[in-house]
């Protein structure tokens, strides 16, 4: 269980070290970073066939899974958040009722994305607009991959437990198994079998499932050993209203990110082809520094939802601390190796000269987004496992506001270097306008 320790006389229920934050960091940080690791075998895969209309097919799948699973992210965050305050009240047969509910959520909604595949489908050929032989290969790949839904919704309520209980060896070795079979899989029946991109796709489907069945036996076995939940707990009225509302709340957020980053693309197009060219380069910067920040945003929900059950509000000050401190650490290292190493990496992504030259003229934008964000990634972490949602909710819609502002007068007056302080604003505004009420929030959380 937790540990103890004796400061003048009374137990506390757990120290907030530099220790406790690497150990949940540094393991989901590698666990986060073999995401874009299977994206990046998956195109390598499909483009040893030579065919580039297989090659868009998946990238449009891509982004119609993007869309349909960043929907469902509250399973793993949500469940992380409910598990980590019960885990700091040291309430096991808790932790396996949110679990359950968790489960069931899940379950459920991957069976829901299954039925709803034809209209999935037809949606994202809408949407995409592609030529019609890369719509046929969108279908063929969405149909097969929507058949992972149910287990990879579980695989989320599986991590967001094991995080909860700020396990991050364990998430480490839970995302290892899931990514490194799908590679494998993707591989074999994609090139050794000659399935092309269906093989890529069930290759998703076999790494998704054999990664839920492990992740249920180790859970399973793990609670046989903990003392029984009471009867009717997971189907609890008000555990369950709660659990809806935090996941309504975070939902909505994800939402809303994702609407933020489609308008930047939207605006980058209307400034022409090199402009788009070059910002979908350098956005993969972005997303490559909130990979290597998400571990310590994990860290924050982690140890400030187990201060929150356990009512220790100094656990909670110095979790908020720590993590900030090494956010931004991590956050100018980052900024720094993209400032210093930037021409050569867009040289990687990009063969054009031309995209180059202007993917380098907005370079030190994208290198710095790792530092404008770092404060919004790690007080998202705070809020989420103080489960705090609504609070987050309306800073995000609040934030929105102001990006969008930024974007309508920036961008027509700056053009892209407008878009781009815009995406700054919104981060920043994000981050400061969390810190600023968490004060509040905690004196009502931690009552003196």
Do not use: C
């Amino acid at each position: 269980m937790t540990d103890h320790a004796e400061t003048r006389g009374r137990v506390i229920p757990f120290q907030v070290t530099n220790r406790l934050v690497f150990a949940i960091a540094l393991p989901m940080t590698l666990a986060y970073l073999t995401t874009p690791l299977l994206g990046i075998v998956d195109t390598a895969v499909v483009g040893q066939l030579g065919d580039a209309v297989l090659l868009g097919g998946l990238a449009a799948g891509a982004i119609v899974f993007d869309v349909v699973f960043a929907s469902f992210n509250f399973l793993r965050s949500g469940t992380t958040g409910l598990v980590s305050q019960a885990f700091g009240r040291e309430d096991t047969r808790e932790e396996q009722a949110i679990f359950w509910r968790a489960f069931l959520v899940a379950f459920v909604s991957g069976l829901l994305l299954l039925v709803a595949a034809p209209l999935i489908v037809a949606s994202g050929v809408w949407f995409i607009a592609a030529e019609p032989r890369v719509s046929e290969a969108l279908s063929a790949y969405v149909y097969i991959r929507l058949i992972s839904a149910p287990f990879a919704l579980v695989n989320y309520a599986i991590l967001g437990y094991v995080l909860g209980r700020g396990e991050g060896a364990i998430g480490l070795a839970f995302q290892l198994i899931l990514n490194l079979s799908n590679i494998a899989l993707s591989i074999y029946l994609g090139l050794h079998l000659g399935w092309g991109l269906e093989g890529v796709a069930w290759g998703t489907v076999g790494g998704e499932a054999l990664a839920m069945v492990i992740g249920l036996v180790f859970v399973v076995r793990r609670f046989r050993k903990m003392p029984s939940m009471r009867q009717g707990a997971v189907t609890d009225t008000l555990a369950l209203k709660a659990m809806f509302a935090l996941n309504r709340d975070i939902m909505i957020r994800s939402f809303v990110l994702l609407g933020a980053f489609a308008l930047l693309t939207r605006e980058s197009a209307q400034l022409g082809t090199l402009t788009l060219a070059a910002n979908a380069v350098l956005m993969n910067f972005f997303l490559l520094a909130g990979y290597l920040l998400d571990g310590f945003a994990t860290a924050a929900e982690q140890i400030a939802g187990r201060a929150v059950g356990a009512r220790y509000r100094p656990a909670f000050d110095r979790a908020v601390r720590l993590t900030a401190l090494w956010g931004f650490v991590f956050a100018g290292v980052i900024a720094f190796l993209l400032l210093a190493f930037g021409e050569a990496f867009i040289a990687i992504v990009t063969t054009a000269p031309e995209v180059r030259a202007e993917a380098l003229r907005f370079l030190p934008w994208a290198a710095l987004t790792a530092v404008a964000g770092v404060l919004a990634f790690q007080m998202d972490g705070v809020f989420i496992g103080a489960t705090w949602s609504r609070d987050m909710r309306n800073m995000m819609l609040l934030s929105f506001l102001l990006y969008l502002a930024a974007l309508l007068t920036l961008g027509p007056a700056l053009g892209n270097h407008g878009l781009w302080a815009a995406l700054h604003v919104f981060l920043i505004a994000r981050g400061v306008s969390l810190l600023a009420i968490l004060p509040f929030r905690a004196r009502k959380t931690f009552p003196v």
